[in-house]
Every structure is written in structure tokens, then in C-alpha cells.
């Protein structure tokens, strides 16, 4: 286990994706999780949300929502905007209010929970994999303008990892998909919730120091396959 004692770590979507494994690991590594449910669509939910939270140790964006299916030439606005309001328009209002403080101190991390949809191409989910890929693209720009002030940015590139809202029980228990694990993923079975959370840890802890804007596929393999 990381050692995360007396850190304060606040952790959106709390309720759903990685959120549940996250806040287990993080209290087994002492950290002081702050978790959070609500969704941060707008700017004022992300100012109460900041505001209540006062001064944290580490941002750790949780931020998941249910991949469309949709073929290329029937993506409509509404589906791109909707992705990009929950996925992307948050980074910068969260940036806006936690970066100052971390400056300040001269200390702090960033780390986003991602997907790998945004590192290699996915049939009919072009909308999903643009706002992944969005999110990837500011880690990497913002991670180099923080290292200066001893604030790592990262993320974690994720895919065919055990969670609630992208890989159900029912989506499990599918002979459909587990032939599409064996066949895509060379692990040749979905990555533990546990096993993602613990690097997540790890790149919350001071171990990791050294890391700046990158990002870290978790997806079995997947995306070198």
C-alpha cells in the first residue's frame, strides 16, 4: 500500500466509475478522501463543490459517463455537447480555483481518470472517444506548465477495467463479451478494480513526484495489442 497518511484528497463522482474502488484504496492508504456525487456540469456546482472542500492535497477527477454507440454521420449536437459539458467543460473551472492555491504552496497533483478510447480507434464511438481524447490533451498541456511549481498532472488512460458503469455484471456475464476480452485484450481478463485503484494511489502519493503530464495506459494491453 501507498503511504497517503493525512492527505486530503478530493474525489468527484464519488458513486460511480472508479469512485467506490478509489475511496476504499485511498482510506486503506490513509489519505482523508473528501468524496463527492454530484455532477459538475455547471460552474456553480464546481465553485460549491471547491468551496466546501477548502484545501486539498490532490484533485482526483472521477468523471465518467455512459459511452454512446453511434455511427459517425448520426452523431448529433446534443450528444457531442453532452459529453463534452460532463467530460471536458470541468477541467478548466476546477483548474481555475485549485491550480492558484497549489502554486502557492508549491505543492499538489492532478491526476484524471481516463479512457484509452482516446489512444486507439473505436468503431461507432467517435463522440466518447473525442472528449477522451480532449481530456488527455489538457493533462498533457497543463502537466507541463505545473511541473515548475511541483504540481504533477497525469492521467490515467483506461479501458476493459472492472467497473460499475462500463462494464456491469450483465455486460460481464455476456459470451459475446467475454469472447471480445479473449480476443482483444491480451491479459485475457478485465483489470481489477482494486489493481486500477492501487496505481491511481500510487500516482497520489510523493513516490510519483517524478511524473508530469503523462498518461498511463491501464487496459490489459489493449491498446498495444
Known amino acids: 500500500m501507498c503511504n497517503l497518511s ?3 484528497i478530493l474525489l468527484t463522482q464519488a458513486d ?30 464546481v465553485t460549491e463543490l471547491l468551496s466546501a472542500a477548502g484545501d486539498i492535497d490532490v484533485l482526483l477527477l472521477n468523471l465518467g459517463v455512459p ?6 454521420t448520426d452523431v448529433d449536437d446534443a450528444e457531442w455537447s453532452h459529453l ?11 483548474a481555475r480555483h485549485c491550480l492558484p492555491r497549489m502554486i502557492e504552496r508549491g505543492a499538489g497533483k492532478i491526476l484524471l481518470m481516463g479512457s484509452a478510447s482516446a489512444l486507439r480507434g473505436m468503431k461507432r464511438a467517435s463522440s466518447y472517444s473525442a472528449a477522451r481524447g480532449a481530456q488527455l490533451a489538457w493533462v498533457r498541456a497543463v502537466g507541463a506548465e505545473m511541473a515548475q511549481h511541483n504540481i504533477q498532472v ?16 450483465q455486460v460481464q456475464a455476456n459470451p459475446a463479451f467475454q469472447a471480445r476480452l479473449n480476443r482483444e485484450v491480451p491479459l485475457g481478463r478485465l483489470v481489477t478494480a482494486e489493481e486500477d485503484a492501487l496505481f491511481a494511489a500510487y500516482l497520489c502519493s510523493d513516490a510519483a513526484n517524478c511524473f508530469v503530464g503523462q ?11
Open 67 to 72: 459511452a454512446p454507440s453511434t455511427a459517425a
Open 84 to 94: 463534452f459539458k460532463h467530460l471536458v467543460e470541468p477541467l478548466p473551472r476546477l
Open 154 to 169: 497525469n492521467a490515467i488512460a483506461q479501458n476493459f477495467v472492472d467497473n460499475p458503469t462500463y462494464f456491469p455484471a
Open 215 to 225: 498518461v498511463f495506459p491501464v487496459c490489459g494491453g489493449w491498446v498495444g495489442s
Open 6 to 8: 493525512g492527505k486530503r
Open 16 to 45: 460511480a466509475f472508479m469512485g467506490p474502488a478509489l475511496h476504499q484504496t485511498l482510506d486503506q492508504c490513509g489519505a482523508v478522501v473528501i468524496p463527492d456525487t454530484r455532477a459538475l456540469d455547471t460552474a456553480k456546482a
